[in-house]
Each structure stands twice: as structure tokens, then as C-alpha cells.
């Protein structure tokens, strides 16, 4: 059977879908359990704020098999905008048909239709050699940078 793989933007009535996919993806990446409440209210949150982020899911002959989510960073350096890619998942079922490849690839050709698009980003825990592999297949590259930060939310 061939596999078929459509990207769509997000919508409300995804919601439910992509807490359970952030919920699975941060204790199967980084060993985290994320308090569903505040997981619930952050996706809430970025469903309704365009400005600030959005969701893509993609499809496997009808089926939800993934996302991910961007995120929009200012550079004055480079007078223009960064896209971070986050919240990157893909079902365990529809891994290795190519799921994170078309995700990939949509944002991309967005990002390249976008004039103010610089690049595009995304941060990956420093142990995580399989995703780093997939990224790299994709074109991506260490950017050289280290991420610090402090955490006030106490959710971890």
C-alpha cells in the first residue's frame, strides 16, 4: 500500500491530540512527565495566538501521524525572522514512511515564500544522536550555539 502524506495546519479540534503527543514526546526524549493541566492551557494558548506560534499535523492516508510546531524569533542581526521548530513528534506506528521529512519540507517552502525568513532553528537534547542524524539528513547543521535558561514555571 503506498503511503500517502498531506500537512495541514492545526486546528482547535486538535487539541486534545497534540497534548497527548507533547505529553508522550517529553518523556520519551528528555524523561520528563509534564503536568497535563499546564500542558492543556499551553496548547490552548498557542492554537489561539497565530502571532506567536503554529501547529502543523501531518497525515498518513487520513490518519494524524505527527507535528510540529513553530515558533517565531526577531533577529536584528539578520533584520528579519527566525523559525524554531518545536514539539517535533511522529507516532511510533509511522516512523521511517517519511512523516518529519514532509513536515519538514512544508515549513521549509513556507519559510522560503516568507520575505522576512531568515531560517530556520530548532534545539535537540545533546543525547538525543537519532534525531540529531534526521535533522542533519534534512540539511540542518550545529549552529554553534548552547542553550542556557532558567526555569520559573516549576514544571520540571
Known sequence: MSTSITIRNAQPQDLSLIVDFNFILAEESEGKQLDRDVLTRGVGRALASPDMCRYFMAEVNGQVAGQ?????????????V????????????FRKL?????????????????AEVRGLRLYVEQGNSRAQRVYEQMGMQPGGYLVYEQDWSGAF
Do not use: N
Open 82 to 93: 527566525l523559525w524554531w521548530l518545536q514539539s517535533v513528534y511522529v507516532r511510533p506506528e
Open 98 to 114: 517519511g512523516v518529519f521529512k514532509a513536515l519538514f519540507q512544508h515549513i521549509a517552502s513556507l519559510a522560503r515564500s516568507t
Open 68 to 80: 510540529t510546531m513553530i515558533t517565531f524569533e526577531l533577529t536584528d542581526w539578520r533584520d528579519g
